[in-house]
C-alpha cells in the first residue's frame, strides 16, 4: 500500500523560505519519479516540480522556477522541496505523488503572510 506523508508546511512571511519533506513507502522509491503538486484555496490542484528516479533530471512550473528547488534521498525514501522567496500567492496544500500510482498523501500547509 502506497503511503505519502508531507511535512514541513507552516506560516512563513513573504520572502522567506521553507523546507518541505514527504516520506514514502508501498513501492520502490529509488525507481520512481516523483511530484510536488499544490492546491489553493478556490482553485484546482496544480503541478509543481517532478524529480526522476535518480534525481539527476527535474523540472518545475514557471511560477515556482529560479525559487524552489526539488531533491531526493533515496536512501531515506523521501523527496523535498526546498522553498525560497516565497510570495503570498504560493500559499496553497502541497502534496507529494509517485508516478503511476493514485495515492496522495494528506498534504501538508503552507501559507505565506505578513
Known amino acids: 500500500q502506497v503511503q505519502l506523508v508531507e511535512s514541513g508546511g507552516g506560516l512563513v512571511q513573504p520572502g522567506g523560505s521553507l523546507r ?4 514514502s513507502s508501498g513501492f520502490t522509491f529509488s525507481s520512481s519519479t516523483m511530484f510536488w503538486y499544490r492546491q489553493a484555496p478556490g482553485k484546482e490542484r496544480e503541478w509543481v516540480a ?8 527535474k523540472d518545475y512550473a514557471d511560477s515556482v522556477k529560479g525559487r524552489f528547488i526539488i531533491s531526493r534521498d533515496n536512501a531515506k525514501n523521501t523527496v523535498y522541496l526546498q ?3 516565497l510570495k503570498p500567492e504560493d500559499t496553497a496544500v502541497y502534496y507529494c505523488k509517485v508516478s503511476g500510482f493514485g495515492s496522495w498523501g494528506q498534504g501538508t500547509q503552507v501559507t505565506v503572510s505578513s
Open 20 to 23: 518541505l519533506s514527504c516520506v
Open 83 to 85: 522553498m525560497n522567496m
Open 50 to 57: 517532478w524529480i526522476s528516479f535518480t534525481g539527476g533530471r
